[in-house]
């Protein structure tokens, strides 16, 4: 089975903070992604990688940067987190260049900045 | 850019019945890939079904099918006998098949709600 794990289910910081939310996955996946989940606007993208030390701006990159040193992380920061990032973050893999290439999920991290 | 349109935030369905959620996207694109996705309270996503833009056969899987009018961008699931454990928040979602990176375009999502 596929397993995409994501440090935590719950997190709390305060504005201002660095946070780091990170994702592992376990299939050789080359694409990581990381989406940003609120009620009724879906999942939007926030940032993409097919390859180490690759990445891509999703819909939604500002205040957020990534990491990816090994091909099986791929880590999310806020810089200085601020209350309007207050989200449910969810991570993502899936293979390149296939026929079909759905993504697996993480269990999503909810984070909440006060 | 490609959109995801999902009109129902909400749906309820009587246990055993069936329940049509829908979805509509936009694309200039010819070849894609469209996806429902579930996600249960456990927030866990999973995958339900998939279907190629090129194949004229609308895909199922167990109870689970699909209305895919590609001239009218509608890509709608079908849930039959359903089940209390079908309720959840249930996403469309377009992949591209020239986008090398794989990213999924998500509709806004419908919650589904499944009394017993």
């Known amino acids: 089975d596929v397993k995409v794990t994501q440090s935590s289910r719950y997190l709390v910081k305060r504005t201002g903070e660095k946070v780091f939310l990170e994702c592992v996955q376990d299939m050789d996946h080359e694409n990581m992604f990381w989406y940003r989940q609120d009620p009724g606007l879906g999942l939007r993208l926030i940032y993409f990688s097919y390859d180490v030390k690759m990445k891509e701006k999703g819909d939604i990159p500002e205040g957020y940067s990534v990491s990816r040193e090994k091909k099986e992380r791929f880590s999310l920061i806020l810089e200085s987190a601020s209350t309007n990032q207050t989200s449910m973050y969810l991570c993502?893999?899936?293979?390149?260049?296939?026929?079909?290439?759905?993504?697996?999920f993480g269990q999503g991290t909810r984070l909440t900045v006060v | 850019a490609q959109t995801v349109t999902q009109s129902q935030p909400e749906m309820s369905v009587q246990e055993a019945e069936t329940v049509t959620l829908s979805c509509t996207y936009d694309t200039s694109e010819s070849d894609y890939y469209l996806f429902w996705y579930k996600q249960p309270p456990s927030r866990q996503m999973i995958l339900v079904i998939r279907q190629e833009a090129y194949k004229q056969q609308n895909a199922t899987e167990n109870r689970f099918s699909v209305n895919f009018q590609k001239a009218a961008k509608s890509f709608s699931l079908k849930i039959s006998d359903s089940q209390l454990g079908d309720a959840a928040m249930y996403f469309c979602a377009y992949r591209s098949r020239n986008n090398a990176g794989n990213m999924l375009t998500f509709g806004g999502g419908t919650r589904l709600m499944v009394k017993p």
């Open positions: 993502a893999s899936s293979f390149l260049d296939r026929v079909i290439a759905e993504a697996f």
